[in-house]
């Protein structure tokens, strides 16, 4: 089993649908979560970081499920700038060394 | 601000030939990472740094050297090209721990070794 797994996609959306994808992990004492975002042929940016509560930012909200280990991240009313590869990235535990997933590529549609 | 820059932004080499990958930052930044990506696959740590004159061992190490005499830059070392060796590499830096902080990412390095 991968350490950080992700369903590759595509999601193909239509624009101001709500979408979600999810992220299982198998460490389970892995300590901190994030999302972060990848245009074409770019690097990667930070989109947010994923708290045990649960934490939302505009039209984003990302979720933590420790017990089942799993993150998601929900997009509402979804723009064409949303299309994009979204990374999920795991801290196992160590300090330095992110475990990156190879990401869900989200295509947006007019 | 010009952040994480690296360059070249794209390099083709033959087999057995070194270069050197180049990166530097301007955020004071005493992290920085070199990491490696495969198409359709995650990013991988080769080499990190947590301030001059210390790195250490990522993930995929082997085929790489790196240096960091200053705080602003981070080149990485090929010594002896191979076709595995064909990646965009991404050279990144934070203020604190990879864990703790945001890590800024620099353009990126297509290479391609034939």
């Known amino acids: 089993r991968k350490e950080v797994e992700q369903d590759p996609g595509p999601f193909n959306v239509p624009e101001g649908a709500t979408v979600a994808f999810n992220c299982t992990y198998s460490?389970?004492?892995?300590?901190?979560f994030f999302w972060y975002r990848q245009d074409c042929r770019k690097e990667p940016k930070l989109l947010m970081s994923v708290y045990s509560s649960g934490n939302e930012d505009g039209r984003f909200t990302a979720q933590l499920n420790r017990a089942s280990q799993y993150i998601s991240l929900l997009i509402r009313d979804s723009k064409l700038s949303d299309s994009a590869t979204y990374l999920c990235?795991?801290?196992?535990?160590?300090?330095?060394?992110?475990?990156w997933g190879a990401g869900t590529k989200l295509i947006i549609k007019p | 601000n010009a952040g994480v820059t690296q360059t070249p932004k794209f390099r083709i080499l033959k087999i057995g030939q070194s270069m050197t990958l180049q990166c530097t930052q301007d955020?004071?930044?005493?992290?920085m990472y070199w990491y490696r990506q495969d198409p359709g696959m995650g990013l991988k740590l080769i080499y990190y740094s947590v301030g001059a004159g210390i790195t250490d061992k990522g993930e995929v190490p082997n085929g790489y050297n790196v240096s960091r005499s200053t705080t602003e830059d981070f080149p990485l070392r090929l010594e002896l090209a191979a076709p595995s060796q064909t990646s965009v590499y991404f050279c990144?830096?934070?203020?604190?721990?990879?864990?703790?902080?945001?890590?800024?990412f620099g353009p990126g390095t297509r290479l391609t070794v034939l």
């Open positions: 990235v795991v801290n196992p535990g160590s300090n330095y060394q992110l475990i």
């Open positions: 460490n389970s004492a892995s300590q901190s």
């Open positions: 990144a830096s934070s203020s604190q721990g990879g864990d703790t902080d945001t890590q800024y």
């Open positions: 955020m004071n930044h005493n992290y």
